[in-house]
């Protein structure tokens, strides 16, 4: 049985456990920290979660996580068939990875393990931030979801970037995303409707 390693405050490790709850698999939780021990960089090589166990092998990278579960073709699948379209989604991904969680991930210290970072710091995260989400409202259909009428991955990787990120602008930057960004408030409360969700946030509220 495939088993995820990580931990339900994890935004990565709960986009793939969506993923996997949005499909029907069947899959075991594993409960670890990122870690250098040797032990868990023979799974994971660069110690970060999530880490997936397959009856082949370990598999790391959250979108090579989701692809691969996407390509066992089990479950509902959340990529549009038409290749265009998949490239598409998948560029959604890319640009909510790179250009908004990576730049907003420099102040998780700041705003969540009492870290201060420094206001050159901060101004340069807001620059990166605007850009992101500039290029977001470019991208983003929000009709309702990301990438258009259905669901899909990219939705996954937005309610668990985005959600995160609008706490961290507000704390760390004093700026109300929601006020700004258009369709991302209402997008977030749709997304958190969804059963998948539910269970996840009742798993990170236990954690807590
Ligand atoms: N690029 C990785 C990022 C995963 C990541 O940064 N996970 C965090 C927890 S949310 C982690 O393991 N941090 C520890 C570290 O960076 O060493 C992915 O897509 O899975």
């Known amino acids: 049985m495939i088993k995820l390693y990580g931990f339900p405050i994890s935004n990565y490790y709960n986009m793939v456990k969506m993923t996997l709850l949005e499909k029907g698999m069947t899959f075991e939780e594993v409960i670890v920290r990122p870690s250098q021990e040797a032990d868990y960089l ?3 090589p660069m110690g970060k979660v999530p880490c997936l166990e397959t009856e082949q092998g370990f598999l790391t990278e959250t979108g090579v996580i989701i692809d691969y579960l996407h390509d066992l073709d089990q ?3 959340f990529y549009p068939d038409d290749p265009f379209a998949k490239a598409k989604t998948r560029e959604l991904i890319r ?3 790179l250009y908004i969680e ?3 991930r420099r102040l998780y210290g700041d705003v969540f393990f009492g ?3 420094s206001d050159t710091e901060k101004q340069s995260v807001r620059k990166e931030l605007e850009k992101g989400f ?4 470019r991208l983003g259909d929000y009709s309702p979801y990301i990438a258009g009428s259905s669901v899909t991955y990219a939705d996954f990787y937005f309610l668990f970037s985005v959600g995160l990120v609008t706490r961290v602008t507000k ?6 995303v929601f006020s700004t960004e258009p369709g991302v408030r209402e997008l977030l409360a749709l997304l958190e409707q969804r059963d998948s969700v539910k269970t996840i946030r ?6 807590m």
């Open 42 to 44: 023979s799974r994971s």
């Open 171 to 176: 704390k760390a930057l004093d700026w109300d």
């Open 134 to 137: 500039a290029a977001l409202r």
């Open 115 to 117: 870290k201060p970072a």
């Open 102 to 104: 990576l730049p907003a």
């Open 75 to 77: 479950g509902a699948a």
């Open 202 to 207: 009742a798993a990170q509220k236990a954690a």
């Open 95 to 97: 640009y909510l990875e």
